[in-house]
């Protein structure tokens, strides 16, 4: 049972659209000139249309449940935009006003989705990355006691819920032992926890990050600007100190950029940049594997959020 009574009034009815969250189905992709088929794990189904709204039912009702939100509670976070609009959804379904801190540099899509959802806006200047958003957020979280700051980045529910679904999940829809989970990482909670969760099922399982070719700083790089929105955000994430990681795999921005629109066109899979970045380096995986190996994958989000993005350019 998701609902939890805490000190706000019962709204059972309005929160129906916490339920459509998760259960995301896996769906084989066969690329013929490769030769290879991927698990795609369709995130991009979600209601909010991200991998996020995990995150954020489960932080908010875990908060609820401790007692730790009241009715006058404001969520406030910063985000590159996905986790923003699906705390701005879960927020409007639970009752509590939200507030999102986020980079001037995010879509435009980004910014009208989280506004439309009822949530508060506050762009910051994109010179200093993350940080400045997480510095801010402390700020506004210190003058007033009503903030309530999910952190996800640094908090720990990101990864264990990611561990007890999205990986479980996987676990029950794949048939036979997995060979490869290949992943791109923002805050490194859906990395971290599904990674665990397989490894613990099939220790030989290789667990692998994809970072961009323009960033790679797993592979010991200085980081420099891509295209692939919502991972690589300029730091390695704690969270990913705990991700059973066995390598990484670089895909340039151009790389993950015609893949995701290869998804578009031949798969009919309207899904970001990340997802077509995750697929690319799923695919140069399984180029070297054995035939009928087990590679799967994450599609994380949808791609209506791109409109104004180079995804698009070439198109229009
Ligand atoms: C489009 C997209 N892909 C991938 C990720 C990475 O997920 P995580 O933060 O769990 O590492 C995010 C995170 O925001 C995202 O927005």
Redesign the pocket.
Known sequence: MMETTGLIPNRTGRRAVLRLIGNTPLAPLHFEAEGVTLLAKCEFLNPSG???DRLARHVLLDAEERGLLRSDSMILECS????GIALAMVGAAMGYRVTILMSSSASVERRRLIRQLGAELILFDSAGMYQTGIELSREMAAKDGRYFLPRQFENPL?ATDHERTTGEEILRQVEGPIDVFVH????????AGCGRAIKKRWPGARIVAMEPAEQALLAGECPCCHFI???ADGFVPPLLRDAPLDDSVKVKSAEALAMTRRLHQEFGLLV?T?SGANVAAALRLGAKMKPGATIVTLL??RAERYFSTPLFHEAN
């Not at 590159?80 to 986790?83: D, F, Y």
């Not at 791109?184 to 990395?191: M, R």
């Open positions: 991200s991998v996020k590159s935009g996905n986790t990101n791109g990482f923002g805050t490194g909670g859906t990395l929105e919502g991972v970001g990340s994380c989000d």
